[in-house]
């Protein structure tokens, strides 16, 4: 495989001074359908995710509940993994900062970083938010009543401190002549204003040592200090490839394709993880999408509101693939986002239930009835056919397109469109009726509707995987007949279907 083939996609790796909730399932979630979008479409991919497991704000959840730092990480790290098995993730490596392989490429950037001058020791003074393990500039600090806070709302504390630091005011003008050369770099556009406009206001260089706890990888041949968490953290995208070996089988997957995270976590994979990279001499990662904050029906989620929502608890109430199509259907990608119960009893009754589901069932107990369960040939071409059949051929390439700019809800509409479609086509078909009046005709409809419903299934696999797989059984496609080249042949005439059923239940939620 040559290497435009490959494709690297990781999420970010989460914290564990909690359990998951429903927004580190989302990420996960947008990285996982662009991984099986990709393998789909032929590529080569590795998906990465994994857990944050150093830095004060563990060592501190860790000490809140009387736990060993390295015990308390192990346990919730399993959560984590265990979210990703429930939510069904492809992913290929899940990484854990607290592993040797992750210390040894830490400690090896850290010396190509100091070998090439970009690393001086020194003394920090200043404010810095445990919740964000964030250092602020003191004209960002606001106070009430006598706290002082960071713009996001997090609690600052005044570190004095001995620290080793990177020299990342160099890097301000090559970091804006990357972006101008580069301008798919950061994505959505408004994130990428913010991110320049931040970095032509001036960098300092930043503090990556701290002394003052224990809980991190060690500096190489100063272990007072251990690594500034942000750069322990970000090195993990090149630990799972094998780095510092760039001899791996897997060394040819950098640089990444697209970093998926969170708005909160732009600044750190923007401006200072390519920084970092070009300062090790290390090429820098295509593209970095920011997407946007669930809020809970209108309001923040946050543990003291008590409004954490758990993903797992949503599955089980909904079902795996009511969810994840949910969760990516409903919000712009990009955007901020408010998860109510409503919309989403709505959206699956009406896009699931309603058009995909009564579209498939509709054709399918029809061939069953009318045609012995036998897939009908196509008669001889009907004006009324270019409608449905252009925008089948259409299908594939559209929804590529709109995932390769990570939109995933335009890729959903258009799937949507196409369900819509072929639910006024049938009506305006009415192969019930051709049944009495022409059987070669009413063969032709439903053969063009299961050809319809075939390329829905497909395209629909990285979103709705176990329930796509169960559709595609009904319509008789096999198994290694499942990727987006193989559309291109069409199923023998004759291939037996079995005894369809209904993919999607209308959902009755009393509480919404
Ligand atoms: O920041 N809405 O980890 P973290 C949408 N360890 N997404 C949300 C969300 C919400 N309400 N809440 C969290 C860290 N997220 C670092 C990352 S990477 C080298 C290190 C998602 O556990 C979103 O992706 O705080 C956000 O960026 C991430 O969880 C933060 O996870």
């Given at each position: 495989?040559?290497?435009?083939?490959?494709?690297?996609l990781?999420?970010?790796?989460?914290y564990?001074?909690?359990?998951?909730h429903?927004g580190h399932?989302y990420?996960?979630?947008?990285?996982?359908?662009?991984?099986?979008?990709?393998?789909?479409a032929g590529?080569?991919?590795?998906m990465?995710?994994?857990t944050?497991?150093?830095?004060?704000?563990v060592e501190k959840?860790a000490?809140?509940?009387?736990?060993?730092?390295?015990?308390f990480?192990?346990?919730?790290s399993?959560?984590f993994?265990?979210?990703?098995?429930?939510m069904n993730y492809?992913?290929?490596d899940f990484?854990?900062?607290?592993?040797?392989?992750?210390?040894?490429?830490c400690a090896?950037?850290?010396?190509?970083?100091?070998?090439n001058?970009?690393?001086?020791l020194?003394?920090?003074?200043?404010?810095?938010?445990?919740?964000?393990?964030?250092f602020?500039?003191?004209?960002?600090i606001?106070e009430?009543d006598?706290?002082?806070f960071?713009?996001?709302?997090?609690?600052?504390?005044w570190v004095?401190e001995p620290?080793?630091?990177f020299r990342?005011?160099d890097?301000?003008?090559?970091?804006?002549?990357y972006y101008?050369a580069?301008?798919?770099?950061?994505?959505?556009?408004?994130r990428?204003?913010e991110?320049?406009s931040f970095?032509k206001n001036?960098?300092t260089?930043?503090?990556i040592?701290?002394?003052?706890?224990?809980?991190?990888?060690?500096?190489?041949?100063?272990?007072?200090?251990?690594?500034?968490v942000?750069l322990?953290?970000?090195t993990n995208?090149?630990t799972a490839?094998?780095y510092p070996?760039e001899?791996?089988?897997l060394?040819p997957?950098?640089?990444?394709?697209v970093h998926?995270?969170g708005?909160d976590?732009?600044?750190f994979?923007?401006?200072?993880w390519?920084?970092f990279?070009?300062?090790?001499?290390?090429?820098v990662?295509?593209r970095?999408?920011?997407h946007?904050w669930w809020?809970?029906?209108g309001?923040?989620?946050s543990?003291s509101?008590g409004?954490?929502?758990?993903?797992?608890q949503?599955?089980?109430?909904y079902?795996l693939d009511a969810v994840r199509?949910?969760?990516?259907?409903?919000?712009?990608f990009?955007?901020?986002g408010?998860?109510?119960?409503?919309s989403?009893?709505?959206?699956?009754n009406s896009e699931l239930?309603?058009?995909l589901g009564n579209?498939a069932?509709r054709?399918?107990?029809?061939?069953?009835k009318?045609?012995?369960?036998?897939?009908?040939?196509?008669g001889?071409p009907h004006?009324?056919?270019?409608?449905?059949?252009d925008?089948v051929a259409?299908?594939?390439?559209?929804?590529?397109?709109?995932?390769?700019r990570q939109?995933?809800?335009?890729?959903?509409?258009r799937?949507?469109?196409?369900s819509?479609?072929g639910?006024?086509?049938i009506d305006?078909?009415?192969?019930?009726s051709?049944k009495?009046?022409?059987?070669?005709r009413?063969?032709?409809?439903l053969?063009?509707?299961?050809?319809?419903l075939r390329a829905l299934?497909?395209?629909?696999?990285p979103?709705?995987?176990?329930t796509m797989?169960?559709?595609?059984?009904q319509?008789?496609?096999?198994?290694q007949?499942?990727?987006?080249?193989?559309?291109?042949?069409?199923?023998?005439?004759?291939?037996t279907?079995?005894?369809?059923?209904p993919l999607?239940?209308?959902?009755?939620?009393?509480?919404?």
């Amino acid at each position: 495989m040559t290497s435009e083939r490959r494709f690297y996609l990781t999420t970010p790796i989460y914290y564990v001074n909690d359990k998951p909730h429903i927004g580190h399932a989302y990420t996960s979630l947008a990285v996982d359908v662009l991984a099986r979008w990709k393998r789909m479409a032929g590529y080569q991919v590795f998906m990465l995710t994994g857990t944050d497991e150093h830095g004060q704000k563990v060592e501190k959840a860790a000490e809140a509940r009387g736990m060993d730092p390295q015990a308390f990480t192990d346990q919730v790290s399993q959560a984590f993994r265990d979210l990703a098995s429930r939510m069904n993730y492809s992913n290929d490596d899940f990484i854990r900062t607290t592993e040797e392989r992750h210390k040894t490429a830490c400690a090896a950037l850290w010396k190509r970083l100091q070998d090439n001058g970009a690393i001086y020791l020194g003394h920090y003074e200043g404010w810095y938010a445990v919740r964000d393990e964030a250092f602020y500039g003191p004209d960002e600090i606001t106070e009430k009543d006598g706290q002082k806070f960071a713009p996001t709302g997090a609690p600052v504390e005044w570190v004095r401190e001995p620290s080793y630091f990177f020299r990342l005011a160099d890097w301000q003008d090559r970091l804006l002549a990357y972006y101008d050369a580069h301008p798919d770099f950061i994505a959505p556009q408004t994130r990428r204003n913010e991110v320049i406009s931040f970095v032509k206001n001036g960098l300092t260089d930043l503090s990556i040592s701290r002394t003052s706890f224990k809980w991190g990888v060690k500096v190489p041949g100063d272990e007072a200090h251990v690594m500034y968490v942000w750069l322990d953290a970000l090195t993990n995208y090149i630990t799972a490839l094998g780095y510092p070996d760039e001899n791996t089988a897997l060394w040819p997957f950098w640089p990444a394709d697209v970093h998926f995270v969170g708005k909160d976590i732009l600044r750190f994979h923007a401006i200072y993880w390519p920084a970092f990279l070009m300062a090790a001499g290390l090429p820098v990662p295509h593209r970095v999408f920011a997407h946007g904050w669930w809020t809970n029906e209108g309001q923040k989620i946050s543990k003291s509101v008590g409004n954490v929502i758990d993903p797992l608890q949503l599955v089980e109430q909904y079902g795996l693939d009511a969810v994840r199509f949910f969760l990516l259907r409903e919000v712009p990608f990009g955007n901020d986002g408010d998860f109510s119960r409503k919309s989403l009893v709505q959206r699956l009754n009406s896009e699931l239930a309603n058009d995909l589901g009564n579209l498939a069932q509709r054709t399918l107990s029809l061939i069953q009835k009318n045609c012995d369960g036998q897939l009908p040939a196509a008669g001889a071409p009907h004006p009324a056919d270019a409608e449905l059949l252009d925008a089948v051929a259409a299908l594939p390439g559209r929804v590529g397109e709109a995932l390769d700019r990570q939109a995933f809800h335009e890729a959903l509409e258009r799937i949507q469109s196409l369900s819509r479609l072929g639910n006024s086509w049938i009506d305006a078909q009415k192969p019930w009726s051709l049944k009495k009046t022409d059987l070669v005709r009413m063969a032709s409809v439903l053969r063009h509707l299961h050809t319809a419903l075939r390329a829905l299934a497909t395209v629909l696999q990285p979103f709705m995987p176990d329930t796509m797989s169960q559709m595609l059984d009904q319509l008789g496609v096999p198994v290694q007949a499942r990727d987006l080249a193989a559309l291109d042949t069409l199923l023998p005439d004759g291939t037996t279907l079995p005894p369809p059923s209904p993919l999607f239940q209308k959902i009755q939620d009393d509480a919404v």
